[in-house]
């Protein structure tokens, strides 16, 4: 499984972004697809998740109401709609997909066996 990240950028505070992750090699309907980020000197943190054929959705608390994390099943690719973007969502976000994923570690990295590279987001005050 591959998966190609983009849609990065350098905006302003209250701007939005959309990031993409396209996947080739296996399909996102089987997949858990996860987005993290990751800020300098920070550790890898989860953003957001989508499993199940779209039916299970997660997201970091701090991202609720502000990132939406769809697919486009045709299109094989994961999207995520960051609204509303602040500083601190400056990081490099990378895409992840695994297979049988259980719930509990979702939010692990280590459950996740592929990532693509990371695509910057930049947020200007």
């Known amino acids: 499984v591959q998966l190609q990240a983009s849609g990065g950028g350098l905006v302003q505070a209250g701007a939005s972004l959309r990031l993409s992750c396209a996947i080739s090699?296996?399909?996102?309907?089987?997949?858990?697809v996860a987005w993290f980020r990751q800020a300098p000197g920070k550790e890898r943190e989860f953003v957001a998740a989508?499993?199940?054929?779209?039916?299970?959705?997660h997201y970091l608390d701090h991202v609720k109401g502000r990132f939406t994390i769809s697919t486009d099943n045709a299109k094989n690719t994961v999207f995520l709609q960051m609204d509303s973007l602040k500083p601190e969502d400056s990081a490099a976000y990378y895409c992840?997909?695994?297979?049988?994923?259980?719930?509990?570690?979702?939010?692990?990295?280590?459950?996740?066996?592929?990532w693509g590279q990371g695509t910057l987001v930049t947020v200007s005050s």
């Open positions: 992840a997909a695994g297979s049988g994923v259980i719930l509990s570690n979702l939010r692990s990295a280590s459950a996740y066996a592929h």
């Open positions: 989508i499993r199940r054929y779209g039916a299970s959705i």
């Open positions: 090699g296996g399909t996102v309907r089987t997949l858990t």
